[in-house]
């Protein structure tokens, strides 16, 4: 049986959740949320989980690994300590490590608890191929997202687009990774996965692009090495839930859990 925590109770959260409990060797036993969200919490996930607002509340050593399902404040609020504890921490927050410093403190406190922190593969596929590709040597890796004008709603798109008037792609930024993940806090998961696998941070090229041509969030990889050629493109749908979250996010969460548990495994 693998007991699992779970940081926040959202859609990804819910998603994860009920896919799990689909399976016998697997149970979620408590979840962390923020001060005052105990009683939603519970109504997201029902009444078995344990609610606690941080990891103290929680009995560390009757678990085997955490969800993190709640974003950036979340992976920052919790990650530390639970890795610290000796919990292995899987996150789909993976813009969060353009922070530096909250870099260096999950990597300390996963030191210290002898406990790792995984980065699920998020929105994206291709990740095998860049972390591989990047033993032979990588000379160049470039992201580009595309989304429909609203998706760029409440960022900085904003700031230099009317997103309201767009009659053709418009590009909004161009720029490093870490630049892009800490302008995009919400929007930016992906471009840091891809920056990770590959050639880091801050020399991988990201452009991010408000088209009113797509309908869904596009997200394109290229990549160039002594391996050859790597060119991906996704089309992502949301959460049948939630239009603001990836439904393959969720599943990739998902699938990291059964990596763990599977005889066989990919990846």
């Not at 955490?66 to 921490?89: E, M, N």
């Not at 880091?200 to 991010?208: A, M």
């Amino acid at each position: 049986m693998l007991r699992l925590a779970m940081i926040g109770y959202g859609p990804i959260a819910r998603f994860t959740s009920q896919k799990l409990a689909e399976r016998d060797d697997v149970e979620i036993g408590a979840v962390l949320c923020r001060p005052g969200r105990e009683a939603a919490a519970l109504a997201a996930l029902g009444p078995r989980p344990k609610v606690g607002v941080q990891v103290a509340d929680l009995d560390t050593t009757v678990f085997d690994v955490a969800l993190d399902c709640a974003g950036h404040g979340g992976l920052a609020a919790h990650g530390p300590d639970l890795l610290r504890a000796g919990l292995d921490v899987i996150t789909l927050s993976v813009g969060a490590l353009a922070d530096a410093q909250l870099t260096e403190r999950l990597n300390t406190a996963a030191r210290a608890g002898s406990a790792q922190l995984e980065l699920a593969s998020g929105a994206i596929g291709g990740i095998d191929a860049l972390t591989a590709a990047r033993i032979g040597g990588l000379r160049e890796v470039s992201y580009r997202a595309r989304k429909p004008p609203a998706g760029w709603k409440g960022t900085a798109a904003e700031e230099v687009l009317d997103l309201d008037s767009l009659a053709e792609p418009t590009e909004h930024f161009r720029g490093p990774a870490r630049a892009a993940a800490l302008r995009y806090p919400q929007n930016a998961n992906v471009a840091a996965i891809v920056a990770l696998a590959g050639l880091g941070l801050d020399d991988t090229e990201v452009r991010l692009i408000a088209d009113p041509s797509v309908d869904r969030n596009r997200h394109e990889i290229e990549a160039r090495g002594a391996f050859g050629r790597l060119q991906v493109e996704l089309e992502g749908a949301p959460l049948a839930d939630n239009p603001k979250s990836s439904a393959l996010a969720a599943m990739s969460l998902v699938s990291a859990v059964e990596r763990r548990l599977a005889p066989l495994r990919i990846g």
